[in-house]
């Protein structure tokens, strides 16, 4: 069974532009979880989606969004690209919520 | 809220020797813990997790972590190291007592010398 793919890898992008992430979970998985990772901040949990709909969201400003389509693939969004947003952002799939997470194996993204 | 600090952000031992990494939580209510490994460009695995079952948890790789209440602690351990646990470690707690909304350490860099 394929395990949790993230597109693009790696992305450069410049501050004030937006960014498109996508994560596609492990066939029959309906719940995606985003984390971002940074030397400073370490992991930090974004937002979780089930069945298209987000379940929690962590302490992100409104710039980061996201969303999940009737498949579960999930995307999220920054907008306003920040160079604070210099990050490997991970996103992990589980049968449903309270279920075990498998990780993909992130999107590094730089802003310059 | 709940979190999490590992103890040393980098740890290394020799080959066969025994791994120690520390990890203390803060809860307000029975937590779920794991232990995650991170390789080089890589995502997270999951080594272990504890959910309230057996306080002596066995994981992948040789690895298990014991879980004590009274000490707050779920520190992770391997008999002997190889070259190949050489990664970074995660302790992380669950929020909401499932695997959701995950909060972790800011993690142990193990160098494992020859």
């Known amino acids: 069974k394929a395990g949790v793919t993230q597109t693009p890898r790696y992305l450069i992008k410049t501050r004030g532009q937006q960014v498109t992430l996508s994560c596609s979970p492990i066939s029959g998985h309906r719940s995606v979880s985003w984390y971002q990772q940074t030397p400073g901040q370490g992991l930090q949990f974004l937002f979780e989606y089930f069945s298209e709909t987000q379940r929690n969201k962590g302490n992100f400003p409104g710039r980061f969004s996201g969303r999940q389509f009737s498949n579960s693939r999930s995307e999220m969004n920054v907008s306003t690209l920040e160079l604070g947003d210099s990050a490997l952002y991970l996103c992990a799939s589980s049968l449903a919520p309270g279920n075990e997470q498998f990780f993909g194996p992130g999107t590094r993204l730089t802003v310059l | 809220a709940q979190s999490v600090t590992q103890l040393g952000s980098h740890v290394s031992v020799s080959e066969g020797a025994l791994v120690l990494l520390r990890c203390n939580y803060s809860?307000?209510?029975?937590?779920?813990l794991f232990w995650y490994v991170q390789y080089p460009n890589q995502g997270l695995q999951l080594l272990l997790k504890?959910?309230?079952?057996?306080?002596l948890v066995k994981g992948i790789n040789g690895f298990e972590a014991e879980f004590k209440k009274s000490e707050t602690s779920f520190h992770l351990t391997k008999p002997s190291a190889h070259m190949s646990d050489a990664a970074e470690y995660f302790c992380a707690v669950s929020e909401q007592g499932g695997s959701e909304k995950l909060v972790f350490g800011k993690g142990t860099k193990l160098t494992v010398n020859p």
């Open positions: 809860s307000s209510v029975p937590p779920y």
């Open positions: 504890y959910t309230s079952a057996a306080t």
